[in-house]
Every structure is written in C-alpha cells, then in structure tokens.
C-alpha cells in the first residue's frame, strides 16, 4: 500500500436523512504480525460501524507523518511510538483534541489513570492544553528476569520491596555467587540498557513530579537527585561481585548476550533486569513461565512512592478530523477494542474493565497485572529527551559511567550537551 491512499478521504455524507459510512484511515509502525493484530481490531470496528476502515504501516513513519501532514494528506488517525513527536506535531496544529470528555474516561478508567492523561495532555498552536492522545498497546520495562529452578534450588523469595532485592543481592554474594548480568552493548545505541535502569530508579527515589521535570530539563542533569539516581545504578553495576563477569564487563557485554548468564549451569547470575521483550533473546526453546519468569522490580518500602512502572506504548491522535476519527477513538475505550488483540500477542493495556482471561498468553497476563497495579506510569525518559540527549549523550554518559567515571563527571557532561542545543 501507498500513503496515496490518504490523499482522497471521504467524509461523511447525508443522504436522505440517512448517514453514509466513511472511509477512515489509519498509520502506524506496525507491519508484519503486529499489522495484521491492529487489522483485526479495526476490522471489529468497521463491522460495528460501516465504516471503511483502511491501515498503512510504515518502518519509517516518524518522518513519513511529518511529510503527510505538510502536504495535507495525513490520515484520519495515526498511531504514534514516541509522545515528543506528537506534542510537536499539535503545537504546530497538525492534530485534533480528542473528542470532549476523553480526559475524564482515561482518569476514571485506566490504572494510573491521571498519568495517561498527563502524557497524552500537550499545547496546541494557541499555546492552550488539550489532551490529543489516546494510549493503546503498551510495554513494560520494570521487570526483573530469574530462572525459578536457580531460585528454588538455593532457597532465595522473590523480593517485594527494593530493600529486600537489595538484601537478596547480599545474599546471593555471601552464598558464593553472583546475583546480576547487566551489558549495555547495542552497537551504535550502547548505553540505552543503563538508561532505563536510571529512570526506573528516579521512580522510586523521587516522586513523579521530579521525574517529569528532569525529563523536561526543569531540573538540570546535575541536580543531586538525579546524580543520586545514577549511583543507585552504580550499586548494583559497578561493584565486580555484584555483576556476572565484573564491573568492568558491564559497558562491553551486548545487551542480548547479557541474560544468557541465566541459564547456564552453574548460574552466572541470578537476576536480570530488563524489558517484556528480552525472551526474544532466551536460549531457543525457553518457555517463559517455567525456565524463566520475571517479577517486578519493585520500589522502596521506606519512601512511600507507590508502585511506579516504567514502560512505552503507542499513542493514538486525529490527525485528519472527521466524524469516523472520533469514532474510532470511542471504539478504543470499549473492552472488545483491547480483548482483540489481547487474545493476540504483545499486547499490555491499562484499561481495568477488560477481561484478563481474554489474553491468549499467560506470561502477558502477569505482566499485564503489574500494570493495573501501578500507582504511577512514565514513559521511558529518554525517549522524551531531544535526541541528542535521550539518543545521545545520556548513551554514553552511562557508558561512561560504567568505566567508572563519576556520576557528577558524567551528569555535568549530559547537560552540557542539553544546554548546547537550547
């Protein structure tokens, strides 16, 4: 398919009192599997309503929306990875506000309701706050991976508070082994593995509101609190008995390697923290559940912040109005829109109302748990970040720091590099 298919949107018509469906257009990132799950949601919503429903996907799309939307030929709806792009794309009035009362459905609706609406919330051309994205299709990022034989075997609880992961961390060193593999290796995005330990711990030093303004750079890199965060990362990775390999094999074990530690015999570690989708990286044949499970990485007893989850999702906004468009973002807000692809795979949701047996999965069904429980959710921070930051500086500042360089060394780096582009 061509975006050419975008150019001639119908609207809609009527025709002797009656009305006639439209044709609704949709982009976004997915092709391949995750194509044809998005496919059969919209195929439910074009049974329910008439509507012709049409979906392009594109590997390119954060420059391919940029182009529609100059040239006036955007879709109804376009599916966003990265909030930044579509706060960008509103202040230059390049999206539609969702239709009234959406603000208050996601509050009352969603867990952690008031965060969904705070990363969907930016200015218009006028400079006013409208909310503009629907979040739908979500990730988790604060998971800690194990294998439940290793943890069985040596008699060691999964750990519900950080001061307990902290003592088990001790613990797994005084029975003779080594608790974590961490690698930060990615090619040309080495580092981005560390950053995500950082934010995961901003949550759960600080309260949300420091975390937003950290992203935002309202508070700057070196504030104490955010140089704090970086050496709580550095309790775990820069002590040599602490981590598979040393310290020192931190920044050079390639992030897709690092969990293999896992399942050898005996352990090279025991714990491994990462996102909902390093079981691509498993040894073949790895059933999630039974050979490996995770458990969340969880907050600190004594500081009273919640149960935050860091993660990603993508983001749904109007980017060519129409009555269909509106449509589609109520269609979203039933049950049956996330049970769909519930039933598929990778698909995590905030909406409380769903059915959880609906998921065709067990593992997402768990993860999906952590997520209704959350108290506080937040984007990945460095991908707010502008990207020579958050895909930056903030990269390798972590490699960096990993080598050993001082926290403060490495925070004054990163900002320097933020006050560069202002």
């Known amino acids: 398919m061509k975006h050419q298919l975008f150019a001639g949107v119908a609207v809609l018509a009527l025709t002797g009192g009656m009305a006639v469906a439209e044709q609704v257009t949709v982009f976004g990132p997915w092709l391949g599997p995750d194509q044809e799950n998005v496919e059969a949601v919209l195929a439910e919503f074009a049974r329910q309503t008439g509507n012709d429903v049409r979906y392009v996907g594109s590997d390119s799309f954060e420059q391919q929306i940029m182009v529609d939307a100059e040239a006036g030929s955007a879709a109804n709806i376009s599916v966003f990875p990265q909030p930044g792009l579509a706060a960008d794309m509103a202040a230059r009035g390049f999206l539609s506000p969702l239709p009234d009362g959406t603000a208050d459905w996601v509050r009352e609706n969603y867990a952690a309701g008031q965060s969904w609406v705070d990363l969907g919330t930016y200015k218009g051309p006028d400079g006013k706050d409208s909310l503009y994205g629907f979040f739908y299709k979500v990730d988790v990022k604060s998971l ?15 750990p519900q508070t950080m001061e307990e992961l902290k003592a088990l961390t001790k613990q797994i060193v005084a029975d003779g082994g080594t608790p974590w593999c961490i690698g930060l290796g990615s090619g040309g995005a080495t580092g981005w593995p560390a950053t995500d330990w950082v934010e995961d711990l901003m949550l759960r030093t600080q309260p949300p509101e420091v975390y937003d303004q950290w992203v935002k750079n309202e508070i700057p890199f070196t504030d104490e609190r955010v140089v704090a965060a970086i050496d709580e990362f ?8 602490y981590v598979a390999g040393g310290a020192g094999a931190v920044a050079s074990t390639d992030f897709r390697d690092s969990p293999k530690g896992l399942f050898s015999s005996p352990p090279q570690c025991y714990m491994h923290r990462q996102a909902s989708f390093i079981p691509a990286f498993f040894p073949e044949g790895t059933v999630v559940g039974e050979d490996a499970d995770f458990f969340y990485f969880p907050a600190y007893a004594g500081k009273d912040l919640g149960k935050p989850v860091l993660g990603a999702g993508t983001l749904w906004a109007i980017t060519n109005d129409s009555p269909g468009a509106r449509e589609l973002i109520k269609f979203l807000e039933t049950p049956k829109a996330h049970e769909i692809w519930m039933a598929r795979k990778g698909f995590l949701t905030p909406l409380k109302g769903v059915n959880p047996d609906a998921f065709g999965d067990p593992t997402l069904k768990k993860m999906n748990e952590i997520l209704l429980n959350a108290t506080t959710f937040r984007f990945d921070g460095s ?3 502008p990207g020579a930051v ?5 990269w390798t500042g972590m490699v960096d720091y990993a080598g050993g360089k001082p926290a403060v060394d490495v925070a004054a ?4 590099s933020w ?3 202002k």
């Open 390 to 394: 958050g895909a930056g500086s903030f």
């Open 144 to 158: 800690v991976w194990y294998v439940p034989e290793n943890f069985a075997d040596a008699g060691y609880e999964i």
């Open 413 to 416: 780096e990163i900002q320097a």
């Open 383 to 385: 991908d707010l970040m």
């Open 419 to 421: 006050d560069a582009i």
């Open 234 to 241: 550095g309790w775990f990775a820069r002590n040599d008995d």
